[in-house]
Structure formats: structure tokens, C-alpha cells
């Protein structure tokens, strides 16, 4: 994967350019002017952003001159609302600045997946913002998709399209968080989606995928 790294700090710089060097082939941006004038070459599969380097207008202007190449923004103090802000400009990634070396080999084969990697409140806000009625209990799925699902099954993935985590689900069902993990991986694989935000959209949105 060809990949821009774009920040002013040159720590930053190196910690990702560590932890990515192997199997990528790594340019980098140290300014604004940099960072604009590389991306405009449309070559590259994915940009990391710092959040520090960038705003709004920034990101536009990327997507605009880059189209192809998918933008993972990377920010010191994370805020699910910047998340989603800078979501509806079109970047496939929201993360902390400073993610483990695991947490980012699994964003990068989820976005290079052709998935989108967000952090969990932001995955939550746009759950309840797909909800139809956040203080019901009724979801949209159709009955035979959730035929497939146990009564305990059902009632999780109905937890989630209502936007809770799974600490929350476990306490309400009296189970424990590693329970509601498996409970999971069992309904994503029954009801053919890959993550819990396309669970939730699902389930939300008349079973249309």
C-alpha cells in the first residue's frame, strides 16, 4: 500500500512511519503546502492525517484533488463529534494519534477492506442517529433475517440497534462482556454483515444493506 503520512510533528512522523514500514511504501508531509501538493498526485491508496496539520477546509480540498485515495484522520484528543463531522467530508478513518501498533494493523486491513475504521462513541453516535425512536423498543429488521438469530441473539442485536455498548447489553442481560462479544460474532456471521455499525444500520433501516 502507498501511503502519505502527513504531519508537523516530527515524532508523530516516525512513530507511524515505524510502525507502518513493513509491506507499505511510505512518503511523507511536513506542511500544509506539502501535504496538499503530494496528494494532488492522486497516487496514493491512503493519507494519515494529522489533526493537528488539518481543519475541514484542508480535508476538502484533499478529497477534492485525491478522490481515489481514502483519508484516516488521526487526532492527540479524539471527540466523536469531530468524528462525525469530518466523516460527512468523506474520510474512512477517526482514530487516536497515538493508537496501539495492533489497534492500527487492524484499521489499516479494515479500511484497505474497503471498510470504515471509527472509534466506538463515534460508531455509537451514528447509531442513534440512524435509530428511529431512541426510547423504543421496535427495530426494522425484517423476521426472516432475525429467524436466524437465538432469542438471545435477537435481543443483543436489538440492544445494539438501540445504540448500546456491550457493557451496557451485558449488564442489562445479566451476562458478561465476553459473552456478549461471542453473541456477536455469531449474529454477524448469521446475518452477513462485518461489523456492528452495519448491524445496527440494518437493523434500523428496513433490513436494506
Known amino acids: 500500500m502507498l501511503i502519505l503520512l502527513g504531519s508537523s510533528n516530527g515524532f508523530v512522523l516516525e512513530r507511524w512511519r515505524t510502525l507502518l514500514s513493513e509491506g507499505n511504501q511510505l512518503q511523507q508531509a511536513h506542511t500544509v503546502e ?9 497516487v496514493f491508496d491512503l493519507i494519515l492525517l494529522h489533526r493537528l496539520m488539518t481543519d475541514s477546509a484542508i480535508c476538502s ?42 489497534r492500527l494493523a487492524e484499521a489499516l486491513h479494515v479500511i484497505g477492506s474497503g471498510g470504515v475504521w471509527l472509534g466506538q462513541k463515534v460508531i455509537q453516535q451514528l447509531i442513534l442517529e440512524t435509530h428511529p425512536n431512541n426510547n423504543g423498543t421496535r427495530v426494522h429488521a425484517s423476521e426472516q433475517l432475525l429467524a436466524v438469530l437465538s432469542p438471545m441473539e435477537h435481543r443483543v442485536a436489538e440492544h445494539v440497534a438501540h445504540g448500546r455498548t456491550n457493557l451496557e447489553i451485558a449488564a442489562e442481560l445479566g451476562i458478561v462482556e465476553r459473552t456478549v462479544k461471542a453473541h456477536l460474532t455469531s449474529i454477524y456471521c448469521k446475518m452477513h454483515v462485518g461489523n456492528r455499525l452495519s448491524l445496527a444500520l440494518l437493523m434500523n433501516q428496513g433490513g436494506e444493506r
Open 34 to 42: 506539502e501535504l496538499i501538493q503530494r496528494s494532488s498526485s492522486g
Open 61 to 102: 480540498e484533499i478529497r477534492r484533488l485525491a478522490p481515489s485515495s481514502r483519508l484516516f484522520l488521526l487526532s492527540d484528543q479524539p471527540d466523536h463529534e469531530e468524528g462525525l463531522a469530518f466523516l460527512k467530508l468523506g474520510i474512512v478513518g477517526y482514530a487516536n494519534t497515538y493508537i496501539s501498533p495492533e
